[in-house]
């Protein structure tokens, strides 16, 4: 069995979405405006600049999209606070791993979400761990977008998304 440590993947959790997957939800879902309930934090110098701020703690807005960390600490409480979000009529577009055999994907994606399997492994950007920005990490299994929408009814499809958009 490999080697599962989160720490492995990267020295920390904070991948950038890359702009086609952006680019994708905008011309998909005609969203030019959303809200980022996981926006990139930077780490300068050991720690001493980075903002600390728990964006579970307030109110999100009509139309998010998600791009939790995805650790196995953090990424559920993302998950379910899309879910409370969507009790308050609020749609959430999570882009998240495409793990099935976990709780929260039975308890908060399957009942209520539109999910789209995506045919090849997300390429997120960020600094490795010897400091030098990459385009083409990806994470340890696949991907999905799952859409928390209280006006669509759930469904599984499959997705391709255009690399070069």
């Known amino acids: 069995m490999k080697n599962r440590k989160e720490e492995n993947w990267s020295f920390n959790d904070n991948w950038e979405t890359p702009?086609?997957?952006?680019?994708?939800?905008?011309?998909?879902?005609?969203?030019e405006n959303f809200f980022d309930p996981c926006p990139l934090s930077i780490d300068i110098g050991g720690?001493?600049?980075?903002?600390?701020?728990n964006w579970l703690n307030i109110d999100w807005q009509e139309r998010n999209f998600?791009?939790?960390p995805y650790n196995r600490h953090d990424k559920p409480k993302f998950?379910?606070?899309?879910?409370?979000e969507y009790l308050k009529w609020n749609t959430s577009i999570l882009l998240i791993p495409a793990t099935t055999e976990v709780k929260w994907f039975h308890q908060y994606i399957?009942?209520?979400a539109q999910i789209f399997f995506i045919e090849w492994r997300v390429k997120f950007k960020w600094f490795n761990s010897k400091w030098n920005?990459?385009?083409?990490?990806?994470?340890?299994?696949?991907?999905?977008?799952?859409i928390l929408n209280p006006n669509e009814k759930p469904s599984i499809n499959t997705l391709k998304i255009d690399h070069n958009i």
């Open 19 to 31: 702009e086609y997957i952006l680019e994708f939800v905008r011309k998909y879902f005609k969203w």
């Open 47 to 53: 720690g001493n600049f980075q903002i600390q701020f």
């Open 66 to 68: 998600v791009n939790p």
């Open 79 to 84: 998950i379910k606070k899309a879910y409370e």
């Open 110 to 112: 399957i009942p209520y």
């Open 133 to 146: 920005y990459v385009t083409n990490k990806s994470w340890q299994t696949w991907s999905m977008i799952c």
